[in-house]
T-cell receptor, first 112, second 112 residues
């Protein structure tokens, strides 16, 4: 049973396109996150949702819009993709940051 | 603002050696510190979570310690094996928030 699952695993797209990455967790956690891992492998938080409410919104371009239809799902929509958006995007979940965080396998986004 | 530093950036050891990975953080008002493992092209696997009230946690050949007052954590790996080769990431929350701040990792290579 996959605890945190993301789709797709790989995404190659052209500049200017709009794309979405989906994430689902079956751990019963109330908080979900999106992290970005850049080309230097540095992981940084982008967004956090608790019970469908946005609680962390780092300085991310507004082309990135997270959506949480319920507390088990957190999707990431990216408009007008740019070359610099190429990275690995990880979804994660925990209980309000008070318990172990579990990560998905990542989505490798390549913008060409 | 929490900053997490990991030393060394890379480490190469012969199989069977015991080793220590270091992590330091600037904001001691943490709730949790978590160690992860990342294999090339893969997601993050949680290894150990240490809550602020704890001094250490153990799982198999792994032992993680936490010294909040000095802002340090160590991950001890006993009797290292080639399968332990991976990048090890340390993450601390920021001021007890849900946000995990990651170090840049230590890339470990265990040679047969």
């Amino acid at each position: 049973d996959t605890a945190v699952s993301q789709t797709p695993k790989y995404l190659v797209t052209q500049m200017g396109n709009d794309k979405s990455i989906k994430c689902e967790q079956n751990l019963g956690h109330d908080t979900m996150y999106w992290y970005k891992q850049d080309s230097k492998k540095f992981l940084k938080i982008m967004f956090s949702y608790n019970n469908k409410e946005l609680i962390i919104n780092e300085t991310v371009p507004n082309r990135f819009s997270p959506k949480s239809p319920d507390k088990a799902h957190l999707n990431l929509h990216i408009n007008s993709l740019e070359l610099g958006d190429s990275a690995v995007y990880f979804c994660a979940s925990s209980h309000r940051g008070r318990t172990e965080a579990f990560f998905g396998q990542g989505t490798r986004l390549t913008v060409v | 603002k929490q900053e997490v530093t990991q030393i060394p950036a890379a480490l190469s050891v012969p199989e069977g050696e015991n080793l220590v990975l270091n992590c330091s953080f600037t904001d001691s008002a943490i709730y949790n510190l978590q160690w992860f493992r990342q294999d090339p092209g893969k997601g993050l696997t949680s290894l150990l979570l240490i809550q602020s009230s704890q001094r250490e946690q153990t799982s198999g050949r792994l032992n993680a310690s936490l010294d909040k007052s000095s802002g340090r954590s160590t991950l001890y790996i006993a009797a290292s094996q080639p399968g332990d080769s991976a990048t090890y990431l340390c993450a601390a929350d920021q001021g007890g928030s849900e946000k995990l701040v990651f170090g840049k990792g230590t890339k470990l290579t265990v040679n047969p």
